[in-house]
């Protein structure tokens, strides 16, 4: 029995050793052919590199390379093929190697091209670490091209980011090696490289940016000059300081990981303060300066960058209208003099585009480009006074207000905040559209107050209006800081029958053989305010110009707009529309000094405006609102009709007992009610109008408490000229 249990237990040893070895060979056939597969993929990689060696080995050199210079005809162009700038216009300075400090030949090392000395023109093992990298961050974060590869582009290719390019690249760049020196190479590409700013080369950059020459250019600037190539646009100095120092401060690093320099040196060279020239006279052939630099940064967001555009031989066609553009610049210029605004801190900014399209047909962003390169269309925050008011009532129009319901143009006190009109002067029960044409003050701040200082962020909000908002009655007088970009663009869906249309500057880029490889789609377009409200705001803000504040901007064609002056007169505004054009104009000191008192929104701005507009508006000729008809009616003194804030008389009545303003009698309601029939009749082309029932809007009572509001500077108010 014993042997038998024995014999059974030998037998499945023997069975369970036969199963094991089984599986073994099994997975070991399997882990065996991913091995293989593995070997095969590396074998043909190898192959492939190898070949891809051979091949770029026995290409033949370049003859004549050293007489190749770059293909700089890239030129952008108006609407109205104009050439407004072209990159032939440059500043190239040529220097030898030799004369080249050593530190700058280590900066630009240290951040093109660190195996300059050690490759063949192209490195792959550099092009396979940036491949993985740019895949496992799913977009382009890190670059390939050697110094060689891009002297190549520079003087062979255009800039088009396609793959068949970069092979081109690449075996140019092993020609280039077979050609010329290591040091013939980075000295071709230093004399080369596109740096910004006009400058070609080094030599130029150094002249340009810091008016010496490259020899006498301690560390701090050479790193500066350095970290260009990258991103010329990004990182001028004349453009961004800050973005300009953080590229020289990782230039610096860089020398400094690569023992380049000492500690000491690197640490001092980041405190090193810049102190740059003057801006260069090559800004003066540049007919349309604030526009061009918006058109690159647009262009920048669309993939391409400045390196690309001023050394890739296109034909960038931009939306500007250069007749309009030249009208513009002249009209700040004879206006700023004509009122004593001489100063190199006093300011005006235009923009115009088209509310139906999105084209931008005028962009100035100061006086004097030689002197300020500092963008007051889209990088300025200024408080637009009064002519923030139309937000108001818009918000109001689309809560069912109507132009022609009455409101109470008396004293109103809301929390701690009491404001007053110009002069201290009042008018009594007047229409809603009275009140924004006179730009009452206590009118505006008693309609946010009855649709709620919610309702009016809301509009701002959709209009594209994205500078912060306080939660204030306040800002009914426009006490928040705009854009103009965004104001205007807000001013366009009044225009459009409530539709937001995004502006843009770029129509399309050709390259030197006339491909297009960037065609502008259809704008971006929301609709935003309902059709009845864009054409309510459209017929009170037509009597603003025709007989109220803004008088100084009519051009003798269907238009509407409004004014706007800031607090002791810091800032002044005119924003207005035709149907085919929406323009701002902002004028005021940098510093945000006081101006001339005479400055206000119906002056200087309304007359720039006047200026431009009628050249702009000359291809559309005498065109109409396209909106339903909305007749703006006289009222009648002691009509039995539902007030807004007349609830509130008694209250005011009390509160005016106790302060020193002008008392209402019988003489100013009268004259006010003259004003208005003087109004209805220039709108209804002297028409004798009949009796008319005044529309009565439900008006909900406010809440018995209100928040107490923080008292805000008001903004200053105009007066009825």
């Given at each position: 029995m014993t042997k038998y249990y024995v014999n059974r237990n030998s037998k499945a040893r023997e069975m369970a050793k036969s199963n094991i070895s089984k599986k073994s060979k099994k997975n070991g056939g399997f882990f065996s052919t991913l091995k293989f597969i593995f070997i095969m993929c590396c074998a043909c990689l190898l192959a492939g590199v190898a070949s891809l060696e051979l091949y770029l080995s026995s290409l033949p050199p370049i003859n004549n390379l050293e007489q190749f210079k770059p293909n700089i005809v890239t030129k952008i162009y108006s609407s109205d093929d104009e050439i407004i700038k072209t990159f032939t216009a440059y500043t190239y300075e040529k220097i030898e190697l030799k004369d080249i400090p050593d530190n700058f030949k280590k900066a630009l090392i240290a951040t093109e091209d660190k195996n300059f000395y050690r490759h063949h023109g192209y490195d792959l093992t550099g092009l396979a670490r940036s491949m993985v990298q740019n895949v496992l961050a799913g977009r382009v974060v890190q670059g390939a091209s050697t110094i060689t590869?891009?002297?190549?582009?520079?003087?062979?290719?255009?800039?088009e980011r396609t793959f068949d390019r970069k092979?081109?690249?690449?075996?140019?760049?092993?020609?280039?090696?077979?050609?010329?020196?290591?040091?013939?190479?980075?000295?071709?590409?230093?004399?080369?490289?596109?740096?910004?700013?006009?400058?070609?080369?080094?030599?130029?950059?150094?002249?340009?940016?810091?008016?010496?020459?490259?020899?006498?250019?301690?560390?701090?600037?050479?790193?500066?000059?350095?970290?260009?190539?990258?991103?010329?646009?990004?990182?001028?100095?004349?453009?961004?300081?800050?973005?300009?120092?953080?590229?020289?401060?990782?230039?610096?690093?860089?020398?400094?990981?690569?023992?380049?320099?000492?500690?000491?040196?690197?640490?001092?060279a980041k405190e090193e303060k810049l102190h740059l020239a003057k801006v260069p006279?090559?800004?003066?052939?540049?007919?349309?300066?604030?526009?061009?630099?918006?058109?690159l940064k647009e262009l920048e967001s669309l993939g391409f960058d400045e390196a690309e555009i001023s050394q890739g031989g296109y034909k960038v066609v931009t939306t500007l209208d250069y007749k309009a553009q030249k009208a513009a610049d002249e009209a700040i210029r004879k206006n700023l003099i004509n009122w004593g605004l001489r100063g190199d801190n006093n300011q005006a900014a235009v923009f115009a585009y088209s509310p139906v399209d999105g084209k931008i047909l005028v962009y100035s962003g100061g006086k004097d480009y030689t002197k300020s390169q500092y963008d007051r269309v889209t990088q300025a925050v200024r408080p637009?006074?009064?002519?923030?008011?139309?937000?108001?009532?818009?918000?109001?129009?689309?809560?069912?207000?109507?132009?022609?319901?009455?409101?109470?143009?008396?004293?109103?006190?809301?929390?701690?905040?009491?404001?007053h009109n110009y002069g201290n002067k009042y008018r009594g029960n007047i229409p809603v559209y009275t009140a924004l044409m006179v730009s009452s003050n206590v009118c505006a701040a008693?309609?946010?107050?009855?649709?709620g200082i919610r309702s009016v962020i809301q509009v701002a909000r959709v209009?594209?209006?994205?500078?912060?908002?306080?939660?204030?009655?306040?800002?009914?007088?426009?006490?928040?800081?705009?854009?103009?970009?965004?104001?205007?663009?807000?001013?366009?869906?009044?225009?459009?029958?409530?539709?937001v249309v995004q502006p843009y500057s770029v129509e399309r880029v050709e390259t030197s053989r006339g491909k297009v490889v960037y065609r502008a789609p259809k704008t971006k377009i929301s609709h935003q305010l309902s059709l009845n409200t864009a054409a309510e705001m459209t017929a009170m803000m037509r009597t603003v110009i025709t007989?109220?504040?803004?008088?100084?901007?009519?051009?003798?064609?269907?238009?509407?707009?409004k004014t706007g002056t800031t607090d002791d007169n810091k800032d002044a505004y005119f924003v207005g529309y035709t149907p085919n054009i929406a323009a701002g104009v902002w004028v005021g000191n940098d510093d945000n000094t006081v101006m001339n008192k005479g400055v206000q929104g119906g002056t200087v701005p309304a007359l720039i405006w006047k200026d431009m507009m009628k050249v702009a508006t000359e291809p559309y000729g005498k065109v109409e609102f396209n909106y339903p008809e909305i007749k703006l009616m006289p009222f009648a003194a002691g009509s039995n009709v539902k007030i807004i804030g007349d609830e509130e008389q008694q209250e005011q009545e009390n509160v005016q007992n106790q302060d020193n303003t002008t008392p209402l009698d019988e003489q100013s309601a009268q004259t006010a009610q003259e004003a208005v029939q003087n109004v209805v009749k220039t709108i209804n082309g002297e028409k004798k109008s009949e009796p008319v029932k005044q529309q009565t809007v439900p008006v909900s009572k406010p809440a018995s408490t209100q928040p107490a509001a923080a008292p805000i500077p008001m903004a200053v108010p105009e007066s009825l000229h």
């Open positions: 590869q891009q002297l190549a582009r520079v003087l062979f290719l255009n800039n092979l081109k690249e690449l075996f140019i760049a092993a020609r280039i090696e077979k050609t010329i020196s290591k040091d013939q190479i980075l000295e071709m590409y230093m004399n080369n490289v596109y740096l910004g700013a006009g400058a070609y080369g080094v030599e130029a950059a150094a002249q340009i940016y810091f008016d010496k020459h490259l020899k006498d250019c301690n560390l701090s600037e050479l790193a500066l000059i350095a970290g260009l190539p990258q991103a010329p646009s990004v990182y001028n100095p004349f453009n961004n300081m800050d973005l300009a120092i953080q590229r020289r401060n990782q230039v610096l690093m860089r020398m400094f990981k690569m023992r380049y320099i000492t500690k000491d040196e690197y640490e001092a006279q090559f800004y003066t052939t540049n007919k349309a300066p604030y526009f061009c630099d918006y058109v637009p006074g009064s002519a923030f008011k139309p937000i108001v009532y818009a918000a109001a129009m689309e809560k069912g207000i109507s132009p022609n319901d009455m409101i109470e143009d008396r004293p109103i006190t809301i929390g701690q905040w009491s404001p008693r309609l946010i107050k009855e649709v209009l594209g209006i994205e500078t912060p908002l306080e939660y204030d009655y306040t800002i009914a007088l426009g006490s928040n800081g705009v854009k103009l970009f965004e104001f205007t663009r807000a001013y366009g869906a009044f225009a459009n029958g409530g539709y007989n109220g504040t803004g008088r100084a901007a009519n051009i003798g064609k269907p238009a509407a707009g």
